[in-house]
C-alpha cells in the first residue's frame, strides 16, 4: 500500500493503535487501549432505508464540496431535535415531546426507534461502501458524533484498504471529538444550530466542542438560515469564536426549490457583504426532498 497523496497525514494514521485515545490524561480510567477496545465493539446504528442501511453514492449537495461525488453513509441518533429536520427519523420517537414543523399534518407520525435503526458491523458496512467508484465519504446522521468509536473501526478498515479515503464529518458541533477519530479526519462540516432550530441554547451551543472546531484548521461552520433576523446569531457566533470569512457558508432552510429559492438573493447579499460563501442545497434542486440520493 502506497503512502497516498497526503503523506505525512496518512502515514500518522497508520500509527501504532495501543495508546491512549482519549488524551494524555492522567486519570487511568480515562485510558484505552483501541486494539482491545476494537473487539468489543459489535455493531453500528444506521439509518434504515427500503429494510436496509442509508448509504448510497451521489454528490455532497452542501458547503465546501458541494459537487463532489460522495458516498454518504447515515448514521442514526441525535443529541437535537430540529423543527424543520428532514432527518426526523434519526430522532422524533414514539413517547417523546419534540416538536416537527410537519406536526401540522394529520397524517404525519413520530417514528418508532426499531423500525428506523439497522444494527451493522464495521466490516459490513465497509463491504456497503467498497461497492462505489468513489473515495470521498461523508460521515453524517442524526449526529454522527456519537459513535465515534464505532465510525473508527470503519475508517481502519476503510483507511487499510486504500489511504486515499477522505473522510468528512457533518455534525452540529456539541461534541468534542476524540483525538484519534480526529486524526482519520480530513474536514469537519459544522453547522451549529441556531435559535430557529427550536433547541434550547443550552442544548444547542457547547463552547468548548465550538471552541474546538474553531480552533481546528479542518472545519469549516455552516449556518442554516430561515429569515434575515437570523444573522445576529451567526455574527455572535463569528464573533466569539473568532472565526474567518472564508470558512463561513451561509445556507438557505428549506426541503423543496421553491423554499430555497424565495431565500437566495438576501443570503447572497450577505455573503457579497462579508465576504462569506453561499452554499445551497444542491441535492434538493436535482432530486428533491428524496431520501437516499
Given at each position: ?150 465510525w473508527m473501526a470503519l475508517m481502519k478498515i476503510l483507511w487499510e484498504s486504500d ?131
Amino acid at each position: 500500500m502506497g503512502k497516498g497523496k497526503r503523506g505525512g497525514k496518512r502515514e500518522a494514521r497508520g500509527e501504532r493503535w495501543e495508546g491512549n485515545f482519549y488524551g494524555n490524561s492522567e486519570n487511568h480510567k480515562n485510558q484505552c487501549y483501541l486494539r482491545p477496545l476494537f473487539s468489543y465493539i459489535c455493531s453500528m446504528k444506521i439509518a434504515k432505508l427500503n429494510d436496509g442501511p442509508e448509504i448510497f453514492y451521489t454528490i455532497q449537495g452542501e458547503g465546501k464540496n458541494m459537487g463532489r461525488p460522495s458516498i454518504f453513509v447515515r448514521s442514526s441518533l441525535c443529541n437535537l431535535h430540529c423543527i424543520w429536520c428532514d432527518t426526523d427519523y434519526t430522532w422524533n420517537w414514539e413517547g417523546t415531546r419534540f416538536a416537527h414543523v410537519k406536526d401540522a399534518d394529520p397524517a404525519y407520525q413520530k417514528f418508532r426507534m426499531e423500525e428506523q435503526i439497522v444494527e451493522m458491523t464495521e466490516e459490513e458496512i465497509a463491504a456497503e461502501v467498497l461497492k462505489y467508484p468513489c473515495k470521498n465519504l461523508v460521515l453524517t446522521g442524526g449526529e454522527p458524533l456519537m459513535q465515534q468509536l464505532e465510525w473508527m473501526a470503519l475508517m481502519k478498515i476503510l483507511w487499510e484498504s486504500d489511504n486515499d479515503y477522505f473522510f468528512e464529518v457533518e455534525t452540529n458541533g456539541t461534541i468534542k471529538p476524540i483525538p484519534l477519530f480526529n486524526m482519520y479526519i480530513d474536514q469537519y462540516n459544522v453547522s451549529p444550530k441556531l435559535a430557529n432550530s427550536h433547541n434550547k441554547e443550552s442544548l444547542r451551543l457547547k463552547p468548548e466542542a465550538l471552541a474546538y472546531f474553531a480552533e481546528s484548521p479542518k472545519s469549516i461552520f455552516k449556518f442554516v438560515l430561515n429569515k434575515e433576523e437570523d444573522f445576529t446569531e451567526v455574527q455572535a457566533l463569528i464573533h466569539t469564536y473568532q472565526l474567518a470569512p472564508n470558512r463561513i457558508y451561509l445556507m438557505p432552510e428549506g426541503t423543496s426549490p421553491a423554499d430555497l429559492t424565495t431565500k437566495q438573493q438576501w443570503l447572497v447579499e450577505l455573503c457579497k457583504q462579508y465576504g462569506f460563501n453561499y452554499t445551497d442545497r444542491l441535492h434538493v434542486h436535482i432530486y428533491g426532498a428524496k431520501r437516499g440520493v
